[in-house]
């Protein structure tokens, strides 16, 4: 069916988190849509991001409650790892999930294309290459979810061996006895912390004066407290000149300072939009210098029949689930309903570092920067009946709410934690903060005890004004 132009109420570019979910969100309304992809349907977060990763992780946790089982009573001899066994089964959870995501969109009626599309002046996209080259889909609207790739830093030529980005990371069947992460932001802590709970003795690498930068501070320190107690050399405020390889191994140049040797580099440094020949002349679409496609709050770009959901786009957070909400947004502005635009300083993060981290609204700093006046109460895991079972007690639950005239705390503005199984209980902060709560009204919702959710339960009455076991 090449160069036959072929009709739809939406054609997708990209079938990641933001183009699938706006295919199978539209086409739950009824909408004709096409997707097309230059890869797999999945994109970037199923296949050579969020899943893999995590699948390493959950390795790297089993790792760690195996070393520390003696405490349960349990004899373990030494502990061996074949990290193949932990890639083949990342393999096998992603294909299923690659089946089950394809599934859906065939059920659904969407047509998926498969090559790289370019949108065309007349809304037309243009299939260029792949199994469906020189395919014209038209829409009556598109929207752009092209994603995003690594960035890469100059001097260091990415090589799959000693040079690795997280593409080539998620690949590894073996792991190295020593490597640095450059770049101590989330997926970079996570890599790391992956790392030195599997064995490796890595040292991250941050030019910033600290790593999570945009985490509040008091939670990126807990995480700092605790990567440097496993080993995990932290130097912050660095500059990198490039790197002198070896054999099997390199040398990293840092200015003023001493270099360091490792076996492995993997490159941590953020995310570039995937929008090179993404837009033919005339589409009247604008990308801004660094590359992203600039989208008002409804996800409309300045074409108003072309919107842009995902990585792709200027000025958001880089998250899978945002993609998700941001395509709602665009799937309802083009049926016309209401929507509500996505909050960006409102949405939820998850970073899963051992201790794992998840926040959502404005950390102390940023709200003291807004003018708020604040009342801030946190407490730390250690006093948790559950993480004590559990054995996880290195962590905090931090809280910041608008201090009323008579002193004391009013909406709730932002819920950070750090600690066991933190990115499963942001839910609750996650609704108190989008519902504008107070920290009356949060507290009086009950935490079922045993749990690690007491400790956010704990905090919010402490709030309020009458703590439990919290001042």
Same mark, same amino acid.
């Given at each position: 069916?090449?160069?036959?132009?072929?009709?739809?109420?939406?054609?997708?570019?990209?079938?990641?988190?933001?183009?699938?979910?706006?295919?199978?969100?539209?086409?739950?309304?009824?909408?004709?849509?096409?997707? #097309?992809?230059?890869?797999?349907?999945?994109?970037?977060?199923?296949?050579?991001?969020? /899943?893999?990763?995590?699948?390493?992780?959950? $390795?790297?946790? #089993?790792?760690? @409650?195996?070393?520390?089982?003696?405490?349960?009573?349990?004899?373990?001899?030494? %502990?061996?790892?074949?990290?193949?066994?932990?890639?083949?089964?990342?393999?096998?959870?992603?294909?299923?999930?690659?089946?089950?995501?394809?599934?859906?969109?065939?059920?659904?009626? =969407? @047509?998926?294309?498969?090559? @790289?599309?370019?949108?065309?002046?007349?809304?037309?996209?243009?299939?260029?290459?792949?199994?469906?080259?020189?395919?014209?889909?038209?829409?009556?609207? !598109?929207?752009?979810?092209?994603?995003? !790739?690594?960035?890469?830093?100059?001097?260091?030529?990415?090589?799959?061996?000693?040079?690795? $980005?997280?593409?080539?990371?998620?690949?590894?069947?073996?792991?190295?006895?020593?490597?640095?992460?450059?770049?101590?932001?989330?997926?970079?802590?996570?890599?790391?912390?992956?790392?030195?709970?599997?064995?490796?003795?890595?040292? %991250?690498?941050?030019?910033?004066?600290?790593?999570?930068?945009?985490?509040?501070?008091? =939670?990126?320190?807990?995480?700092?407290?605790?990567?440097?107690?496993?080993?995990?050399?932290?130097?912050?405020?660095?500059?990198? $000149?490039?790197?002198?390889?070896?054999?099997?191994?390199?040398?990293?140049?840092?200015?003023?300072?001493?270099? #360091?040797?490792?076996?492995?580099?993997?490159?941590?440094?953020?995310?570039?939009?995937?929008?090179?020949?993404?837009?033919a002349e005339g589409t009247g679409v604008v990308v801004n210098?660094?590359?992203?496609?600039?989208?008002?709050?409804?996800?409309?770009?300045?074409?108003?029949?072309?919107?842009?959901?995902?990585?792709?786009?200027?000025?958001?957070?880089?998250?899978?689930?945002?993609?998700?909400? +941001?395509? %709602?947004?665009?799937?309802?502005?083009?049926?016309?309903?209401?929507?509500?635009? /996505?909050?960006?300083?409102? !949405?939820?993060?998850?970073?899963?570092?051992?201790?794992?981290?998840?926040?959502?609204?404005?950390?102390?700093?940023?709200?003291?920067?807004?003018?708020?006046? !604040?009342?801030?109460?946190?407490?730390?895991?250690?006093g948790n009946s559950r993480a004590q079972i559990i054995g996880?007690?290195?962590?905090?639950?931090?809280?910041?709410?608008?201090?009323?005239?008579?002193? @004391?705390?009013?909406?709730?503005? &932002? /819920?950070?934690?750090?600690?066991?199984?933190? $990115?499963?209980?942001?839910?609750?902060?996650?609704?108190?903060?989008?519902?504008?709560?107070?920290?009356? +009204?949060?507290?009086?919702?009950?935490?079922?005890?045993?749990?690690?959710?007491?400790?956010?339960?704990?905090?919010?009455?402490?709030?309020?004004?009458? &703590?439990?076991?919290?001042?």
């Open positions: 069916m090449a160069n036959e132009v072929q009709q739809f109420d939406v054609v997708v570019i990209g079938g990641g988190p933001g183009g699938y979910a706006a295919a199978l969100y539209g086409a739950s309304a009824g909408l004709n849509i096409a997707v #097309v992809e230059r890869d797999k349907v999945g994109g970037t977060c199923l296949h050579r991001g969020c /899943v893999p990763a995590k699948e390493f992780l959950e $390795t790297a946790h #089993v790792r760690q @409650t195996l070393e520390h089982a003696g405490a349960f009573g349990f004899s373990t001899k030494e %502990i061996t790892t074949d990290f193949a066994v932990s890639q083949s089964r990342k393999n096998e959870i992603v294909d299923r999930l690659y089946k089950g995501l394809a599934g859906l969109l065939k059920g659904r009626k =969407v @047509t998926v294309f498969e090559g @790289t599309g370019q949108l065309n002046q007349d809304l037309s996209v243009t299939v260029l290459d792949g199994a469906d080259a020189g395919v014209l889909a038209r829409g009556k609207n !598109v929207i752009l979810a092209a994603g995003s !790739v690594p960035r890469t830093l100059p001097g260091f030529e990415v090589d799959g061996k000693i040079v690795v $980005t997280s593409d080539e990371f998620l690949d590894l069947s073996t792991l190295p006895a020593t490597a640095a992460v450059i770049g101590g932001g989330a997926i970079g802590c996570e890599f790391a912390s992956m790392l030195a709970d599997m064995g490796t003795k890595v040292t %991250i690498l941050e030019s910033l004066p600290s790593i999570l930068t945009g985490c509040d501070a008091e =939670v990126a320190k807990v995480v700092e407290r605790a990567f440097k107690k496993r080993g995990i050399e932290i130097q912050v405020g660095v500059t990198i $000149t490039g790197h002198t390889p070896k054999k099997a191994s390199t040398s990293i140049n840092i200015e003023g300072g001493d270099a #360091v040797g490792v076996d492995m580099v993997v490159l941590s440094v953020g995310r570039r939009a995937r929008t090179e020949g993404l837009l210098e660094r590359g992203f496609v600039e989208a008002d709050s409804y996800q409309r770009t300045a074409n108003a029949n072309v919107y842009a959901v995902g990585d792709v786009v200027a000025n958001t957070p880089q998250l899978a689930h945002v993609g998700f909400a +941001e395509a %709602i947004v665009a799937i309802k502005s083009i049926l016309g309903e209401p929507v509500v635009p /996505v909050d960006y300083e409102r !949405v939820p993060w998850a970073i899963y570092s051992n201790p794992e981290v998840a926040f959502c609204g404005l950390t102390e700093a940023a709200a003291k920067e807004k003018g708020y006046e !604040v009342v801030v109460k946190k407490d730390p895991f250690g996880e007690t290195e962590g905090v639950v931090k809280i910041i709410a608008e201090k009323r005239a008579d002193g @004391t705390a009013g909406q709730i503005l &932002g /819920v950070h934690m750090a600690g066991p199984w933190v $990115t499963e209980q942001l839910g609750a902060g996650y609704y108190a903060v989008n519902w504008e709560a107070t920290a009356e +009204e949060a507290a009086a919702l009950i935490q079922p005890h045993p749990s690690l959710s007491e400790t956010f339960g704990e905090t919010l009455l402490a709030l309020a004004g009458r &703590g439990l076991h919290l001042g």
